[in-house]
Structure formats: C-alpha cells, structure tokens
C-alpha cells in the first residue's frame, strides 16, 4: 500500500502572519487624554481601509541569539516566526551545522518562506538543494536565557515536527503546518524541519547512507544551541511526525536527544532498509547516472532534473528490484548498523526504552492509495479483485491467510466493491495494526504507563484529498486529514472540529509538560499495555480491535519487516 500517493500541486502552498501593530503597554494603562482619543480615532480611520482590504501591517521582531540577530515576523495571534538556514551540505555529503543566524536561500527578508528540497511533481522553481531550512513559531510571553524570568530547567518546551511524503516529497510550508496557533495553544515552541529526501538524501553514489537523517539530527543541534535564546529549553525538546516523518523518529538517534515522542500515522510495516536492499538500490541507481562514482566532479555537475529523472526510474523498478522495498516507501532509511542501530520492531531484541509515545492512526489512512492510486474514480471494482490486489503485497501465503480470517469478509463471486475491504486492510497492515504492535512492544520494554495509542475518527479533509469522493464522505478520516486539526489551521472549522482541536492541543500541552496526555475535565486517555493498547478515539464513534489483535497481525500474518527479515 502507498503512502506517497497525494496529489502533487505545481508552485508553492504559501501562508504569510501579519500583525496591525500595538501601543505601548504604558499608554494603554493610563488614562488617555483628549488629545489621545483623537490620535486613537485617527490611528483607526487610518487602519480602517488596510483592514477593509485584507491588509495588514507587518512587524519585525529581533531577538540575539549565539549565532547573531534573528529576525522574525509576528502574527496576529501573537505568535512569532522565524526562517532560519541551519546546516549547509555538498551534494551528497554530510551536512554541517551553521554557525551564524542566516535567512534561508540567501533571503533577505524575514517574512519569506524557505524553498522546498528538490522532489518530483513540483515546479522546479519552488526547490533547491540549498534546503536545510527550520521554520520556527515563538509564543508570546516567553523569557529568554539569561533573563530575570530564566532559570535552567524552566524554559520552555519545544515541539518539533518532521513532515512526512514518503522519504522524497513534501517540505515545511506544506498546508496546515502553520505552527503559530499551536505554539500558543500549548506555550511551547515549534519548530518545522526540512531535511533532504529522496536520492539526494538516501542514495548518495559517493557519500554515505542515511543523509537525512544525520540532516535531522544536524536540526536537533542547532536548536539545542538557540532555543534558550527564544525562552527554550534545550533539555526539554518533543519529537513530532506524520506519516515517513513519524518513520525518521525511529531512527535510533532521537531517543538520546528528545524527551517526549509523538508519532502520528507511521507507516511502520514497512521497517528500514537492509544495507543488502539498499545497495541493490544504490547499483541502479548509480547505472542510472551519466557519471562514475569515483567521479565527484561529474557527480557535483549533474543538473537536479536529471538526479530527479533518475530518481523516478529508480521508484518505477525498485519493487522488481527487491520486494522487501514495498510499495508506499521503497527509499528510506536503512539499519546500516552505525547511525540507524535498532529496527524498533520484532526482527532484533528491543532497546530499554524511557520516553513517553503517543501514537496516533486515522480511520481510513489507506482511502487515497486505495480510492485514488490504485482504482481512481466512481466505478466499483469487482469482488474478484480483492485477492489479487492483495497478492501483490502480501503474496500468496500471507494472503491466503488474509482470506480465511473473518476480518476482510468479501465473497469472490458477489457483486461487492472489493476496494471496500481492501482500504481496510491497508489500513490495517500499512498503519493501525503496526503502530499499535509498536506500543505493545514499547509498552514491554519500559514504556509501561506512558505509552498512549489514538485513533482520528474526525479530521478535516486535507487539500491533498478534496478532490478524493472517497475522502469526502461523513465519517471518513484519510491520510494526513489529522493534520489542519492538530495544528488549528482548518479553514472554517465546524463546532465539532474546533472543539476537537482544542481538546488536542491541550492534552498535547499536557504530553510536552507531564509525558501523559491528560487533562482534567477531559475524559481519561488510558496508556497502552502488553495486551491491550486502549486506543483513545479522537472524535466519535468507537474502533473495535478487530485485526489488531495481537494474535493476528504480526503472528498469523507477519508484517514485511517480519516476512523479510529486515
């Protein structure tokens, strides 16, 4: 099943933060003269037609960091931005961190948004290599070190979230990842991070694996050096991602550096790459390019669009090149045994694990690969289909098995839509069933009381799934439709959804502050077991454990990274 399936927009999805400006607190707080109103009554008419036209003023905002000025641009729910640069890298070489504040891209205004790194589907304009870029979103009322509010310890949290797009798609100024509200929402800091993808990242003919990776970690660093600047803590940082950014968490590398760990729709069937999967790769890739590897010279003279038109052959074959590289995620990171130690799964004894998870899934995460990647359109498919399509991930014998359970009921030779199981099933086996295995096995391993497990059972539909029927339908929850709700950033929210974005953000409030997502007032979020994961549903309704259960995925049926050892 295929996470990377979501339409591809040409140009940028962009969002800009305003602020009208404000008065100085002391002559607010006495009583205004005469001649003050009528400044106020001028200031307002003069406000009145910027307002009316949907234009409002800018304000910069400075703040002295280790590395120099940063500067940001305030929002209007009092919330500050920051675009920074914090690493350079040579193509296909190990990044290194900044040393000095710099606005992405060579930009001289703060207000700008960073570039994307080079991927397919989008207009070459909106990319470069240059890429390695934070946005990060201040809440108001925060006390930078060394200050009188200040001590060490008490800074803020931070949140950090990694975007998902299969390891090769997608970037921080994605729809929805404003972080302005849910900074203020939970009082901590979030950072968005871009990291290399794709062959750039993770088929580097000359350099070594796992580029993004060590990207992400080079992020982690510099944060670590400047958030006390901004009222953070270095000490007190929370891992967040969705979907392949959630996979990037399980490199072993966060759980020394972070305090808490979010995982939002990880596609973790899938496993890592074996360095024998990955160098089957990097040969054909490699055969792809027009330069030998020994050659740096050519390989540093090599135009993206050819590295990208590589890139896509690669994807084409890379099943026919090695099953094991699945259909969702075929490039990303490999268990090389250096930087990414420990599969996290079931293959290789688990680690001690001390962090707090949360782990969260959608109802319907498999609705665009299975209504729109695979079987676009209004038509049914027949019934028949159900086997086959599910043979050409699973194989025989685990389909076979699929078939004989009660979970995926379908007859052959009736005339159901066999894309009605089959989007369970993807679901399933591609993202609910594997997180939870996770928290049962974090939970074993010194996760006991702090693992917690969700379910989206109301979202808000994703610009990556508005022209998806399926997606569209009461009650359904696709892939990534968690996103805008997390964040607050759903345009014209019902009741239902606004209300759910609050609940959200205060028990992610409480995760950052506490390592449990409990609120009082709010319903009790019970923490995952050995046996039972007690999935919290967020939004209504109820999800039954169905094939969760741990006597069928992972056991009856093994997940790819068990079937192939990886």
């Known amino acids: 099943m295929e996470d990377g399936c979501r339409k591809r927009r040409q140009g940028r999805w962009e969002y800009k933060n305003f602020c009208a400006g404000t008065f100085p607190i002391d002559f607010l707080s006495t009583s205004p003269s005469l001649p003050s109103l ?11 037609p910027a307002l009316a036209l949907g234009r409002v003023f800018p304000r910069t905002v400075s703040t002295v960091t280790p590395f120099g000025a940063a500067q940001g641009v305030a929002s209007a729910n009092g919330a500050t931005r920051y675009a920074v640069r914090y690493a350079t890298a040579q193509r296909w070489q190990q990044s290194v961190m900044s040393s000095s504040w710099q606005l992405p891209n060579g ?21 470069a290599e240059d890429c390695l870029s934070i946005l990060l979103y201040v809440p108001p009322g925060l ?3 060394p200050g009188p509010l200040h001590k060490a310890g008490t800074g803020a949290n931070t949140l950090v979230w990694i975007h998902g797009g299969s390891f090769d798609s997608e970037s921080s100024t994605e729809p929805g990842l404003d972080g302005s509200k ?38 982690l660093k510099f944060l670590g050096k400047v958030l006390p600047s901004f009222g953070g803590d270095a000490s007190k940082i929370t891992l ?22 979010i995982q939002e729709r990880d596609n ?22 027009p330069c030998s590897t020994t050659d740096s010279a050519c390989l540093a003279g090599l135009s993206t669009d050819t590295i990208l038109s590589a890139y896509a052959q690669l994807k084409a074959n890379a099943l026919a090149l090695d099953p094991s590289t699945g259909l969702g995620e075929p490039v990303r990171p490999v268990l090389d045994g250096t930087l990414v130690t420990t599969p996290l799964d079931s293959t290789a004894p688990f680690p001690a694990v001390t962090k707090p998870l949360l782990l969260t899934s959608t109802r319907n995460d498999a609705g665009p690969t299975i209504y729109d990647a695979l079987f676009p359109g209004p038509d049914p498919i027949p019934a028949s289909m159900f086997a086959p399509v599910t043979a050409f991930s699973l194989g025989p014998d685990r389909t076979q098995t699929v078939i004989e359970s009660p979970f995926y009921p379908i007859d052959p030779d009736g005339d159901e839509d066999a894309r009605v199981p089959l989007q369970v099933l993807g679901t399933d086996y591609i993202w609910r069933c594997s997180a939870w295995t996770l928290a049962r096995t974090w939970a074993a391993n010194g996760g006991a009381g702090k693992t917690f497990v969700g379910i989206w059972t109301l979202g808000a539909t994703y610009p990556f799934n508005d022209n998806i029927p399926y997606c569209l339908q009461p009650g359904v929850v696709c892939h990534r439709d968690d996103i805008q709700i ?4 759903t345009p014209n929210p019902t009741p239902a959804q606004a209300a759910l974005t609050a609940e959200i953000q205060m028990r992610y409030r409480a995760f950052l502050n506490t390592g449990a997502p409990n609120v009082p007032g709010l319903p009790q979020w019970a923490p995952a ?30 997940y790819d990274y068990q079937f192939y050892g990886i």
């Not at 973790?268 to 990097?282: E, R, V």
């Open 38 to 48: 009528a400044m106020l009554a001028v200031a307002a008419v003069l406000l009145l």
């Open 107 to 127: 930009f001289t205004d703060p207000a700008a948004l960073p570039l994307q790194c080079p991927q397919l589907g989008v207009d070459d304009s909106t990319f």
């Open 143 to 145: 006390a930078p070190a």
């Open 182 to 219: 849910l900074a203020v929402a939970t009082n901590a800091i979030v950072a968005v991070i871009q990291y290399r993808l794709g062959a750039l990242a993770l088929l580097a003919p000359n350099g070594p694996p796992n580029l993004s990776v060590l990207d992400t970690m080079n992020a």
């Open 240 to 261: 967040a991602g969705q979907s392949s950014g959630a996979g990037m968490i399980r490199t072993s590398f966060c759980h020394s550096i972070c305090c808490v760990i």
């Open 268 to 289: 973790a069937d899938y496993g890592f790459l074996s360095t024998t999967t990955q160098s089957t790769l990097q040969t054909f890739f490699n055969g792809l390019l």
């Open 486 to 489: 997390v964040f607050g950033t």
């Open 529 to 558: 077991t050995t046996t039972d994961v007690h999935a919290y549903v967020l939004g209504n309704g109820t999800v039954p454990v169905a094939a969760c259960d741990p006597s069928f995925w992972g056991a009856a049926v093994q």
